[in-house]
């Protein structure tokens, strides 16, 4: 997210309430947002959505003896993606804050010393929400991972397409949060770096739970 560029056409208030096609049009035109962190956002919550469906085609009678664990992991990915949904609007506010910090006046040392302060408060908001994002791909992962040696074989492929979704969510995050941090003093960019860190690594699960899932598929 670097510095964005002015439009006066509004972003929709919510994700949720938005058509795809909306969204999709939103996306294609020439607005700050969304933007990809809204798409990161919103990978994970299809992650956690094929997730919840998978559980949910796993309530037949020859399933009952993994009925408690279903019902939580539908309950889990229900939430997960009602949290990630909410993260897609989160960073179209974020992207918003930062717009609005850069037009700040800074004709004067006061000026431009509370405009430097109203962006770098604008720029950490704007990286926690990816950061967000990227624990909820971490959950998708873990819940579709719990998912797959009890899930109905039947969509099956709907867990690896979860898992990508979730993979997609967190590189994607990663860079949002990298340029929103490359603007930052370094010392506000720090809390940062463990959420980094972590890319690499739900990635590498995320490709496991894919091959997995192809195994499973071929036989």
Known sequence: MSQPSTSSQETASSFGAATLDGYLSDLAAKIPAPGGGAVAALHAAQGAALVAMV????????????????????EAADAARARSLALADADAAAFTAVGAAYKLPKATEEEAAARTEAINAALVEAA????RVMDEADEVLSLAAELLPIGNPNVVTDIGAAADAARAAATSSRLNIEINVTSLPAALGDPFAPALLRVEEIAARADALHAEVLRAVRG
């Open 55 to 74: 559980a949910r085609y796993t309530t037949r009678a020859k399933d009952a003896e993994h009925r408690p664990v279903i019902d939580r992991l539908i």
């Open 128 to 131: 926690r929400v990816p950061a």
